[in-house]
Structure formats: structure tokens, C-alpha cells
């Protein structure tokens, strides 16, 4: 049930746009995104709720869509700052809170 | 203030030793979780409170004992751990119970288990 992440790594020179994918095989409420630098905590990014909702950091968009259980995650105007690992966390109806995770995604930005 | 603190940044313990992890936060968030990443891993759910019960155990051995004392604190109580155990300890919150609650992580503590 673990939500399949691509690609699973990305270099970007600053200012280059990415996209991060997430898929589930099976139906889900919600997709949270979250961002963890090396040796610290994971960092809310944004959640996208099944029926349009979407929370989250204001300079970070991402889509959702609920047909096809999949969600993308888009950097544009990458800045350093932007490096680390994007971990996209699935929610099911029913699942309260449980969120599973995916692989991950290593982002490295470059000057 | 989105903070969660975790007490000890670092743990290193003995098989036979016990110890404790705390977890605080002062949002009034009604959901706390327990989860265990190991490096290069995606978190991996261990515990769930919600209004200061339990709600959801993954399975995790008995060598773990979660408490939620009240609803800004969160233990962990480690007991005859296995090397294998050794992995960043991260507790996390959330204003609510049910779907669709973004969840915020502590700082995690890292555990080392000789």
C-alpha cells in the first residue's frame, strides 16, 4: 500500500522547475507533502484533500487527482533552499491520521 | 507556533538499559504520533494518540510502551531493545482526529542501540 514516488532522485541547477509524482493503487481522502533536509525533522509542505481542498505553503503548488489516486508536487524557480528529500503521505477514507509514505525523492539544487 | 520538541537529540543505551523519550507541544493539537525512520527510509508509522488514547498500534513490539500522560506530552518508554532498533525517533502532532490533519514533526531523537 506504500505510494510509489518518481523519480527517485532529481539535480536541478537554481532556477530549473521539477516535478515530483506520487501515485496509490488505492482510493485515497488526502496526499500530504513534506520536505526533510539531512539530519532534521520533516517539514509540512501543503495536503490535498479528495474534493479540491489544498492547505499549505503559499510558493509550492501540487495537484491532485482523485481518478487516477495521483498527485504531483511542483518546484518552479528551484532555489537551493530547496534541497532535500520530498516525501509524499497517503491517507485512505477511514484511515484517521494514518498516513503512509512513500520512498522519497532526493532533490539536490545547484547554483 | 508549529514547534513539537523532543527530548533526548541523542540516546545511546545498553540491551538491558530503559529509557524514555519525550515528546511536547503547546499547539492544542488532539492527535500525537510515534514513528521510526531508519536512514535513507520514509517514516514509518509506530503509535497513534487521539485525545489522549491510543488509537492505532502498527504491530510495534512490546519493547515499546507509548504514554500520553496529558494532551501536550507524549513517552515512549524503551525496554530490552535490539540493536536493530537504533533509527531517528520522530513524534508529531496534529490539530485533529479523522482525515485530511496536517501532521508536524519534532526534531526527532536518535537512538543508538549497543
Known amino acids: 500500500q506504500q505510494p510509489v514516488q518518481s523519480p527517485q532522485a532529481v539535480i536541478l541547477r537554481e532556477g530549473e522547475d521539477a516535478v515530483i509524482n506520487c501515485s496509490s493503487s488505492k482510493a485515497l481522502y488526502s496526499v500530504h507533502w513534506y520536505r526533510q533536509k539531512h539530519g532534521e525533522a520533516p517539514v509540512f509542505l501543503m495536503i490535498l484533500l479528495k474534493g479540491g481542498e489544498q492547505k499549505g505553503h503559499d510558493k509550492i503548488s501540487a495537484s491532485f487527482n482523485e481518478k487516477k489516486q495521483q498527485s504531483s508536487l511542483y518546484l518552479t524557480a528551484s532555489q537551493l533552499s530547496y534541497s532535500g528529500t520530498y516525501f509524499c503521505g497517503t491517507e485512505h477514507t477511514g484511515g484517521y491520521n494514518k498516513l503512509i509514505f512513500g520512498a522519497g525523492t532526493r532533490l539536490a539544487v545547484h547554483p | 507556533d508549529t514547534e513539537v520538541t523532543q527530548t533526548p537529540k541523542h540516546l545511546v543505551m545498553g540491551m538491558t538499559n530503559k529509557k524514555s523519550l519525550k515528546c511536547e507541544q503547546h499547539?492544542?493539537?488532539?492527535?500525537m504520533y510515534w514513528y521510526k525512520q531508519k536512514a535513507k527510509k520514509p517514516p514509518e508509522l509506530m503509535f497513534v494518540y487521539s485525545y489522549e488514547k491510543l488509537s492505532i498500534n502498527e504491530s510495534v513490539p512490546s519493547r515499546f510502551s507509548p504514554e500520553c500522560p496529558n494532551s501536550s506530552l507524549l513517552n515512549l518508554h524503551l525496554h530490552a531493545l535490539q540493536p536493530e532498533d537504533s533509527a531517528l525517533y520522530l513524534c508529531a502532532s496534529s490539530p485533529g482526529m479523522g482525515e485530511g490533519y496536517e501532521q508536524y514533526f519534532g526534531p526527532g531523537t536518535r537512538l543508538t542501540v549497543t
Open positions: 499547539m492544542g493539537h488532539r492527535a
